[in-house]
Nanobody, 116 residues
Protein backbone atom coordinates (compact mmCIF):
# COMPACT_ATOMS: atom_id res chain seq x y z
CA UNK A 1 0.00 0.00 0.00
CA UNK A 2 1.25 3.47 -0.80
CA UNK A 3 1.70 5.32 2.48
CA UNK A 4 4.25 6.77 4.85
CA UNK A 5 5.85 4.53 7.45
CA UNK A 6 6.58 6.17 10.78
CA UNK A 7 9.07 4.89 13.37
CA UNK A 8 11.00 5.91 16.46
CA UNK A 9 8.25 6.11 19.04
CA UNK A 10 8.43 4.54 22.46
CA UNK A 11 8.10 4.98 26.20
CA UNK A 12 9.94 7.88 27.75
CA UNK A 13 9.91 9.76 31.03
CA UNK A 14 9.03 13.45 31.21
CA UNK A 15 11.97 15.54 30.08
CA UNK A 16 13.21 12.82 27.78
CA UNK A 17 13.78 12.88 24.02
CA UNK A 18 12.80 10.86 20.99
CA UNK A 19 13.48 11.23 17.29
CA UNK A 20 10.73 10.11 14.95
CA UNK A 21 11.35 9.16 11.34
CA UNK A 22 9.00 8.94 8.40
CA UNK A 23 9.63 7.54 4.94
CA UNK A 24 7.35 6.68 2.02
CA UNK A 25 6.51 3.09 1.18
CA UNK A 26 5.34 1.82 -2.17
CA UNK A 27 6.08 5.03 -4.01
CA UNK A 28 9.01 7.11 -5.18
CA UNK A 29 8.81 10.85 -5.58
CA UNK A 30 10.98 13.91 -5.44
CA UNK A 31 11.06 15.08 -1.84
CA UNK A 32 12.00 18.59 -2.91
CA UNK A 33 8.60 19.02 -4.59
CA UNK A 34 6.57 18.67 -1.40
CA UNK A 35 6.08 20.09 2.04
CA UNK A 36 5.74 17.69 4.96
CA UNK A 37 3.74 17.62 8.15
CA UNK A 38 3.80 15.73 11.41
CA UNK A 39 0.44 15.15 13.10
CA UNK A 40 -0.54 13.47 16.33
CA UNK A 41 -3.68 11.96 17.75
CA UNK A 42 -4.07 11.48 21.47
CA UNK A 43 -6.62 9.00 22.87
CA UNK A 44 -10.12 10.39 22.55
CA UNK A 45 -8.97 13.46 20.66
CA UNK A 46 -8.87 14.55 17.04
CA UNK A 47 -5.72 14.46 14.98
CA UNK A 48 -3.82 17.74 15.18
CA UNK A 49 -1.01 19.29 13.16
CA UNK A 50 2.19 19.43 15.19
CA UNK A 51 4.87 20.64 12.78
CA UNK A 52 5.36 21.42 9.12
CA UNK A 53 8.29 22.08 6.81
CA UNK A 54 7.89 23.74 3.43
CA UNK A 55 9.81 23.17 0.22
CA UNK A 56 11.87 26.21 1.21
CA UNK A 57 12.56 24.60 4.60
CA UNK A 58 10.35 27.08 6.43
CA UNK A 59 9.07 25.45 9.59
CA UNK A 60 5.97 25.99 11.69
CA UNK A 61 4.94 24.44 14.98
CA UNK A 62 1.96 23.96 17.23
CA UNK A 63 2.33 26.51 20.02
CA UNK A 64 2.58 23.85 22.71
CA UNK A 65 5.66 22.25 21.09
CA UNK A 66 7.55 25.37 20.02
CA UNK A 67 11.08 25.34 21.35
CA UNK A 68 10.91 21.60 22.11
CA UNK A 69 10.25 19.91 18.75
CA UNK A 70 12.20 20.29 15.52
CA UNK A 71 11.06 19.07 12.10
CA UNK A 72 13.59 18.39 9.37
CA UNK A 73 13.81 16.55 6.08
CA UNK A 74 16.64 14.76 4.32
CA UNK A 75 15.92 14.75 0.61
CA UNK A 76 18.81 12.38 -0.10
CA UNK A 77 17.39 9.81 2.31
CA UNK A 78 13.73 10.54 1.48
CA UNK A 79 13.05 10.82 5.19
CA UNK A 80 11.33 13.36 7.42
CA UNK A 81 12.27 13.64 11.08
CA UNK A 82 10.73 15.03 14.22
CA UNK A 83 13.17 15.60 17.05
CA UNK A 84 11.23 15.83 20.30
CA UNK A 85 12.96 17.13 23.43
CA UNK A 86 11.69 17.98 26.91
CA UNK A 87 8.77 15.65 26.41
CA UNK A 88 5.68 16.09 28.56
CA UNK A 89 2.84 13.68 29.41
CA UNK A 90 0.54 15.73 27.18
CA UNK A 91 2.73 14.80 24.20
CA UNK A 92 1.49 11.22 24.52
CA UNK A 93 -0.13 10.31 21.20
CA UNK A 94 0.25 8.38 17.99
CA UNK A 95 2.32 10.44 15.57
CA UNK A 96 1.80 10.44 11.81
CA UNK A 97 3.41 12.21 8.88
CA UNK A 98 2.18 13.13 5.44
CA UNK A 99 3.00 15.35 2.51
CA UNK A 100 1.35 18.27 0.75
CA UNK A 101 0.08 18.46 -1.90
CA UNK A 102 -1.46 15.09 -2.74
CA UNK A 103 -1.23 13.45 0.68
CA UNK A 104 -0.81 9.68 0.76
CA UNK A 105 -2.92 7.20 2.69
CA UNK A 106 -2.37 7.54 6.40
CA UNK A 107 0.24 5.19 7.82
CA UNK A 108 -0.04 3.26 11.07
CA UNK A 109 1.81 5.95 12.97
CA UNK A 110 4.30 5.54 15.77
CA UNK A 111 3.20 5.63 19.39
CA UNK A 112 4.79 7.98 21.89
CA UNK A 113 4.04 7.54 25.58
CA UNK A 114 5.43 9.96 28.14
CA UNK A 115 4.95 8.75 31.70
CA UNK A 116 6.38 9.24 35.15
Amino acid sequence: QVRFVESGGGLVQPGGSLRLSCAPSGISFSFSSYSFNWFRQAPGKERELVASISRQYITNYLDSVKGRFTISSDNAKNTVYLQMNSLKPEDTAVYYCNRQPAPLNWGLGTEVTVFS
